[in-house]
């Protein structure tokens, strides 16, 4: 069972930065696709952006392309979100996912999830 923690959530003003820490349990960067999601008050939990276990594929949400990045450092179980020029629509809780790498679409399919992390940007 893979366990996942997210961190780095806050209050920002728009057009700030802000990275997204996501800690695993175990070595999943080596074995898992992992990805970011988020869930705005009312609405559906949507896919943000992700990367495959051998770091060769990324995926991005339309959203988010050339404001937020994907990262993840092997030796440390670790997987980020950097966002920059955070809009008040980012407002959400995000999720870290994993699930085991695969060649199907990043945008689905994961089995593993963390407990969330507040994004608020404030205009």
């Known amino acids: 069972q893979v366990q996942l923690v997210e961190s780095g959530g806050g209050l920002v003003q728009a057009g700030s930065s802000l990275r997204l820490s996501c800690a695993a349990s175990e070595r999943t960067t080596s074995r898992y696709d992992m990805a970011w999601f988020r869930q705005a008050p009312g609405k559906e939990r949507e896919f943000v952006l992700a990367i495959s276990w051998g770091g060769g594929r990324t995926s991005y949400a339309d959203s988010v392309k050339g404001r937020f990045t994907i990262s993840r450092d092997n030796a440390k179980n670790m997987v980020y979100l950097q966002m920059n020029r955070l809009k008040p629509e980012d407002t959400a809780v995000y999720y870290c996912?994993?699930?085991?790498?695969?060649?199907?679409?990043?945008?689905?399919?994961?089995?593993?999830w963390g407990q969330g992390t507040q994004v608020t940007v404030s205009s």
């Open positions: 996912a994993a699930r085991t790498g695969s060649i199907i679409s990043l945008t689905s399919g994961y089995d593993y």
